[in-house]
């Protein structure tokens, strides 16, 4: 099992950058894969970006490629999500999320998951 522990998130205005971040402990991580995810209020899990541990090997959701960065610091367990640019339409509550062998977008083959962080973009 991997605890997830997220910090990052708050209120910023439109265009700001927010960096979030995602601390792994538990297991070991050789084919762990971290993914980052957001649901806006009545909408589904939105796939963002994902990381491989060991390669480095990351995925994006076209939406945001442009204005997002996924990275690892491996010394301290820690996966960022660096946000640029940020819309209103970014408003959701963030989550990092876990599982080994998979580093795709299907939220349900994720079963680590992080406690969950606002995300507020006003205008």
């Known amino acids: 099992q991997v605890q997830l522990g997220q910090s990052g998130g708050g209120l910023v205005q439109a265009g700001d950058s927010l960096t979030l971040s995602c601390t792994a402990s538990?297991?070991?991580?050789?084919?762990?894969?971290v993914a980052w995810f957001r649901q806006a209020p009545g909408e589904a899990h939105e796939f963002l970006a994902s990381i491989r541990w060991t390669s480095g090997q990351t995925k994006y959701a076209d939406s945001v490629k442009d204005r997002f960065a996924i990275s690892r610091d491996n010394a301290k367990s820690t996966v960022y999500l660096v946000m640029n640019r940020l819309q209103r339409d970014d408003t959701a509550v963030y989550y990092c999320a876990a599982t080994e062998g998979y580093s795709g977008d299907a939220s349900e083959l994720y079963d680590n998951w992080g406690q969950g962080t606002q995300v507020t973009v006003s205008q």
């Open positions: 538990g297991r070991t991580f050789s084919r762990l894969a």
